[in-house]
């Protein structure tokens, strides 16, 4: 069973421009969730997906940060513009039932900004 | 306001002996706990899960404990491997019957020594 898929890997970007990160998740996972993790932390939810809905955006930086899942499969993140506090890994995670609390993570997208 | 707490950055173990890991958390709507452990450069892996209605869940060398009064858990490791150097994530899920976005602690970078 192939994994959670994301890319690009990594990206350096400078201050004010815009950067967008894309999430295939595990085939059949109808949950799926964007974290961010800043060096030192542990991640941190920014937005769940079921389906192609929004379950949870409560903690989604609105201003600068978007998110989509259209047809309830792919996913992309969109920064705009970027600042310098953005710099982080950002993680992708799928589940395949909405009862079930063990999400799998893809390998993450690492940002720079410059 | 961190929810859930690993205070420990770092833990050095001696190979075969047993490796603990803490985790502390203020929620008290937390109702399931899971432990991921993450190499460099790859998403975070699931490694074993407890229930609030449980004190301890086992699998193979690894064993979680659950204090509820003390809102505590560890992980036991035991025997410690080298291939178990990492970093290992401690999260949290409110009630909700699953697949809410996890609530993670900072995280404790395990080294085992040869």
């Known amino acids: 069973e192939a994994g959670v898929a994301q890319s690009p890997r990594y990206k350096i970007i400078e201050k004010r421009q815009s950067v967008a990160f894309w999430c295939n998740p595990i085939s059949g996972h109808a949950t799926l969730y964007w974290y961010q993790q800043i060096l030192g932390q542990g991640p941190k939810l920014l937005i769940q997906f079921q389906n192609n809905g929004v379950v949870d955006d409560s903690q989604l930086p609105k201003d600068r940060f978007s998110a989509e899942r259209l047809k309830g499969v792919d996913s992309t993140l969109k920064i705009q513009p970027a600042k310098l506090e953005d710099s982080a890994v950002y993680l992708c995670?799928?589940?395949?039932?909405?009862?079930?609390?063990?999400?799998?993570f893809g390998p993450g997208t690492r940002l720079t900004v410059t | 306001d961190q929810q859930v707490k690993q205070n420990s950055p770092s833990l050095s173990v001696q190979e075969g002996r047993i490796s603990i890991l803490n985790c502390d958390y203020t929620n008290s709507m937390f109702d399931y706990f899971l432990w991921y452990k993450k190499y460099p450069a790859e998403g975070p892996t699931f490694l074993i899960s407890i229930s609030s209605i449980k004190d301890k869940n086992e699998d193979g060398r690894f064993t979680v404990f659950l204090n509820k009064s003390a809102k505590h858990l560890s992980l036991h490791i035991v025997p410690s491997q080298p291939g178990d150097s990492a970093v290992y994530f401690c999260?949290?899920?409110?009630?909700?019957?699953?697949?809410?976005?996890?609530?993670f602690g900072k995280g404790t970078h395990l080294i085992i020594q040869p």
């Open positions: 999260a949290a899920s409110v009630s909700g019957g699953g697949a809410d976005g996890l609530t």
């Open positions: 995670a799928s589940t395949q039932r909405l009862d079930s609390y063990e999400q799998y």
